[in-house]
């Protein structure tokens, strides 16, 4: 049986990453994925370092499936220039980091926002270095469907022959964007999902059924797409959902992401 994951979120408001972790625990999931953003990760200059989380999580017996890596300049990457070379060592850096602390996957948002440049060679040259690096430390390099359109086909069209390179399917990303992924295409290279809803106007990250997302017709697409990872939420505790207890929020989302399990094993 599927293992069931959720996320480590520095958006929940008004909670620690540790107590995250401990009512994500609690709440009877076996996996996360945090996120590797090169700075203190909550609470500003007062807040906790990625390695303090990473210690923690692993304490309560938590395995971390794949790090999320920083974004914010993401559109970098495809730019001529010392930025786009600066940040390509640092997600050089993120790799070895995350490899010394036994993670085995990174995963990368191509773009940020709509207002992007074209995909460019210089970018693929700096994807590959990443994908090369990740070959020599047994890791896999997987990459989000975002806003703009096409980026994982000109990636994937390009550097599909590195065995490590993994696509990874984001069910709130797709829906906004009028459910355009391809499944067919990306047939055997999905190595990694988030899971979450919205109701196709803003990237809300609601639980599962609590937006119009057609939960079955997605989980079979991804079980047709021979995706044979765990059931993975990308949560945040936030708005409405601040009105419930922690604790009874990831027991919740543990219970949809068991339905999304029954779904997806058909």
Known sequence: MRKLAVS???????????ETAAAIKAAGFQQVFI????RKTWGGDN?????????????????????????????DLWREGDEGD???????????????????????????????????????????RLLVRGQQLGMKVSFENNWA????????ANLK????????????????NGETFDFERFRGRISCVHLHDNFGEHDSHLLPFDGNISWPRVMKQ????????????????????????LTDYFKEAYKRAGTLRWYLEG
Not at 35 to 38: E, F, I, L
Not at 149 to 156: A, C, I, K, N
Request: glycine share 8%; with cysteine.
């Open 8 to 18: 480590i979120c520095e958006e929940n408001v008004g909670v620690t990453p540790f």
């Open 35 to 38: 996120q590797w953003y090169d």
């Open 47 to 75: 807040g906790y370092d990625q390695q303090e989380v990473v210690d923690y999580v692993k304490r309560k017996q938590l395995e971390i499936i794949f790090a999320h890596l920083g974004y914010q300049t993401v559109n």
């Open 86 to 128: 600066d940040l390509t060592e640092r997600y050089l850096r993120n790799l070895d980091e995350c490899c010394r602390n036994g993670i085995n996957e990174v995963l990368l948002h191509l773009t940020k926002g709509t207002e992007v440049p074209a995909p460019s060679v210089i970018g693929l040259e700096r994807i590959e």
């Open 149 to 156: 359109p096409g980026f994982q086909d000109y990636v994937f």
């Open 161 to 176: 022959h590195y065995d490590n390179l993994g696509i990874c399917f984001d069910a709130g990303h797709d829906h906004k």
């Open 222 to 245: 991804l079980r047709e797409a021979n995706y044979q990872g765990p059931v993975t939420l990308e949560l945040k505790y936030r708005g409405d959902y601040l009105n419930m207890p």
